[in-house]
């Protein structure tokens, strides 16, 4: 059974940083379309940030430049390095294997205080 399982999130303060990581079991990250989304309170979840297969990577215009993905092969993880953070960043952040179907994780909450 495939389990995606993010940690790293917690409280910062706005400027801060915050490195968030998926564990992946029953999955390889190198043959799935990986992504992070992210959900506000009383807000749609949103893509973050995503990598493909070939390594290819996109962004949400909105962390363009602050946040960066990327992908551990030999762990089978995927992270997201998240820098000079803003109180709108806050939310529950989900991690995405894309491979046949999608899978999401339980997600991680992600709080930035001004």
């Known amino acids: 059974q495939v389990q995606l399982v993010e940690s790293g999130g917690g409280l910062v303060q706005a400027g801060g940083s915050l490195r968030l990581s998926c564990a992946a079991s029953?999955?390889?990250?190198?043959?799935?379309?990986m992504g992070w989304y992210r959900q506000a309170p009383g807000k749609q979840r949103e893509m973050v940030a995503g990598?493909?297969?070939?390594?290819?990577?996109n962004y949400a215009d909105s962390v363009k430049g602050r946040f960066t993905i990327s992908r551990d092969n030999t762990k089978n993880t995927v992270d997201l390095q998240m820098n000079s953070l803003k109180p709108e960043d806050t939310a529950v952040y989900y991690c995405?294997?894309?491979?046949?179907?999608?899978?999401w994780g339980h997600g991680t909450q992600v709080t930035v205080s001004s």
């Open positions: 995405k294997a894309s491979w046949i179907t999608d899978y």
């Open positions: 029953e999955i390889l990250v190198s043959l799935a379309a």
């Open positions: 990598i493909s297969r070939g390594a290819r990577t």
